[in-house]
């Protein structure tokens, strides 16, 4: 018997305020971890194998049980200010940041960062 | 009522998409309402800068990162006047793979138009392949290998979608016509693979530029008790890229090279280039009658299905026909009876198989095919009908009582049946109840809570038979200078002798949920909530298959004052999966 295992935990917080009756204020904050693992399996390939120079031969070792295994981490802030400098128009800036964390990885890394900052102005008519 | 919606919506967009969820919204309005004007909306503009590093599939999947800096411009405008409303809508993100664009127009009810668009990048994984990577002893020359015609490229796909759409309505009649496509297009990786002499796994970047057309068109009847509608669909695919050319390897003995194993395989290199990855054209076109009848507070309603697909390059169709219906009754006042009836069948060409079988031009068997060299193990030869798995016919009923007890609390109790019926698979039929209890009631003024308990139990559920474990038919190695650690069984005899069926369906199912809100003021609410279900199957031959998943977690909401609001939360989950593996060395 052999099996899989796996875990999420997803924690957010959010914050919305207004400091004054023109300007808003907003944070958002996500936490995402996921852990997955192959359980059971103790197959080891080595011993039946010639292994040729240049080869690497991942799915013929021991390394083959954990070969898909997980373990990765998100952190997200999303975040911005919008403020209604007259009747019709408002000017916003918020920022948006992702940063992934691959601790295990499988088939490739997919550690990376993502920064986009926003500004804009809105007329409403 | 749809085109108020649609500008709510509109407006909803145009602010949360530039990050002001509430600061811009106009004021409430009064109890009598103004006309509304002929034109309002809004236009912004900003640039947004973007820096990105590692794996741009994910980091990025669905941006443009392009360029350091992106300009957008989004402008929306609506109105009414004279019975004429519409809304219009347009956005770019600074580049032609972030677009979206809409239109809607009402005339007096009567004429109402849409015609949308919108794209947006996907960029797609690219696999090494480096794990493919294996050999035996024999030799130095049986090996698993892989190449990667295209290591450095980085895949990404453009979608778009252009619909529109009409409707028509002249008195108690509404004809609706409507036509979309869709497009993909740019690269993405695709794989074959060659047999004898060696596993090859080949990787190339294809070109392709996939368009899918679908056009609707009907008409719908209301009168007092009856809506009866009829809506005819064609739908065409295909794919206008390029396909890879690829010569397969020549087929070898593996280990020796000896020129033995041509009968073994349909095509080799001596075929020259041949296409890979080819999608066939798909024509799907079909026909659906809906029907609903209410009198006083119960309703029939009815839709019955034909469809045909078919692959347009090879001329193979399947057939979809099927009908649903649903009766809800109310019983007095606190009480009421559902009832749902489904079937459908799926049927799919049967196919004759001409297996091409080539002879060897070496060794032993040296001229004959290789049915023809193992003539007491096969038959005469190896062409074959396929009949298809996916031919079925599905039955399902299902009955439901609610209730209402008490005041603000609903209670449904309900009973399902499914059988699934297969023409041609080693599991003939599938039968499956369903019983489950169902629930949410207010726990006085300051809580409310909901419920759901399920349990399923599922004969003869999907699986496949003889997948596992051979029987050990040569407990010694085969001899041989090195001697080989493989045994000189043929593969066909392994598969063969497989003894374990598997699945990954179950026999049982228990699932089971609740949530339970408090509210002890109105500045503050909590929410804690739990799901569990557990599946198993414990009549398979030789093993059992078992998945657990459990998933706890907690919402908070607090308003301090009018200034500012908070909102956290968290959900653990955890599943746990049990099943028979076991696998044949290189798969023969």
Not at chain 2, 73 to 102: C, M, P, V
Not at chain 2, 265 to 292: C, E, F, H, W
Not at chain 2, 448 to 457: A, G, I, K, S
């Amino acid at each position: 018997m052999a099996g899989y295992d796996n875990t999420t935990h997803s924690a957010w917080m959010g914050v919305q305020a207004y400091p004054t009756s023109r300007a808003e204020v907003f944070a958002n904050l996500a936490w995402n971890r996921a852990d997955a693992t192959i359980t059971n399996f103790a197959y080891d390939g080595g011993p039946y194998a010639a292994q040729l120079v240049g080869l690497d031969y991942a799915l013929q070792s021991a390394e083959m049980a954990g070969f898909s295994n997980l373990r990765f981490t998100r952190v997200g802030l999303n975040g911005g200010l919008n403020v209604r400098v007259s009747n019709p128009l408002v000017v916003n800036v918020t920022v948006d940041y992702s940063k992934y964390d691959d601790q295990d990885p499988y088939l490739f890394t997919v550690t990376g960062r993502y920064l986009q900052i926003f500004g804009g102005v809105t007329w409403l008519f | 009522m749809r085109s108020r919606c649609t500008f709510v919506v509109a407006a909803a967009v145009a602010i949360i998409g530039l990050g002001q969820p509430l600061a811009a919204q106009p004021p409430a309005p009064s109890s009598a309402p103004p006309p509304p004007p002929a034109a309002q909306g809004i236009v912004s503009i900003g640039g947004a800068g973007v820096s990105t590093d590692g794996y741009q599939g994910r980091v990025a999947e669905y941006q443009v990162t392009d360029r350091d800096a992106l300009a957008s411009l989004k402008a929306l405008i609506w109105g009414e006047k004279n019975g004429f409303r519409y809304d219009l809508s347009a956005f770019t993100g600074g580049d032609a793979r972030n677009q979206n664009y809409a239109a809607y127009v009402d005339i007096k009810r009567v004429l109402k138009a849409h015609v949308t668009y919108r794209s947006l990048p996907h960029r797609l994984d690219h696999d090494p392949l480096d794990y493919l990577d294996a050999g035996a002893s024999a030799g130095g020359t049986f090996i698993v290998q892989h190449d990667d015609t295209d290591p450095t490229a980085a895949y990404e796909m453009r979608y778009g979608d252009l619909e529109s759409g009409v409707d028509i309505t002249l008195k108690n009649i509404t004809f609706f016509l409507g036509h979309e496509r869709q497009t993909r297009g740019g690269t993405h990786q695709v794989m074959t693979v060659a047999h004898c002499a060696t596993c090859h796994t080949v990787a190339f970047t294809k070109k392709y530029q996939e368009v899918t057309e679908t056009l609707t068109a009907g008409a719908r009847l209301t009168m007092s008790a009856l809506t009866a509608e009829y809506t005819f669909a064609n739908r065409d695919y295909e794919d206008r890229g390029a396909n890879p050319l690829y010569q397969y390897d020549n087929a070898v003995q593996p280990a020796t090279l000896q020129n033995i194993f041509l009968n073994r395989v349909q095509y080799d290199d001596a075929n020259g280039l041949m296409p890979v990855s080819v999608d066939p054209s798909i024509r799907k076109y079909s026909n659906t009658l809906r029907a609903r009848l209410s009198v006083a507070d119960a309703s029939l309603t009815g839709t019955f299905t034909q469809a045909h697909t078919e692959n347009t390059d090879q001329n193979l169709a399947y057939d979809y026909t099927g009908g649903f219906t649903r009766l809800f009754v109310p019983l007095g006042t606190r009480m009421s009876l559902k009832a749902d009836f489904r079937r459908y069948t799926l049927d799919n060409d049967s196919v004759f198989v001409d297996v091409v079988e080539q002879t060897t031009p070496e060794g032993l068997s040296a001229g004959k095919t290789y049915t023809q060299a193992f003539p007491a193990a096969f038959p005469a030869t190896f062409d074959f009908v396929r009949n298809s798995s996916m031919n079925r016919t599905p039955t399902e009923f299902g009955v439901e009582l609610g209730a209402r007890p008490a005041a603000r609390t609903f209670l449904r109790f309900g009973y399902g049946w499914q059988a699934i019926e297969r023409e041609y698979y080693e599991v003939e039929k599938t039968t499956t109840n369903t019983l489950y209890v169902a629930g949410r009631s207010a726990l006085g003024k300051h809580a409310n809570t909901r419920f759901r308990v399920q349990f399923e139990d599922t004969k003869d559920p999907f699986l496949y038979e003889r997948a596992a474990i051979p029987a050990v038919l040569q407990p010694f190695p085969s001899p041989g200078t090195p001697a080989s650690p493989l045994t000189g069984l043929q593969y066909y005899t392994m598969y063969q002798s497989r003894q374990a069926d598997l699945t990954s369906f179950p026999t049982t199912s228990l699932f089971i949920e609740g949530l339970l809100t408090a509210t002890p003021n109105d500045r503050l609410a909590i929410t804690g909530h739990y799901r569990w279900r557990d599946s198993q199957n414990d009549d398979l031959n030789f093993s059992e298959w078992g998945r657990t998943t459990s998933s706890p977690g907690i919402d908070v909401w607090f308003a301090a004052d009018e200034k500012w609001a908070l909102t956290a939360g968290y959900v653990f989950q955890k599943e746990t999966l049990d099943t028979l593996f076991s696998t044949l060395a290189f798969s023969g």
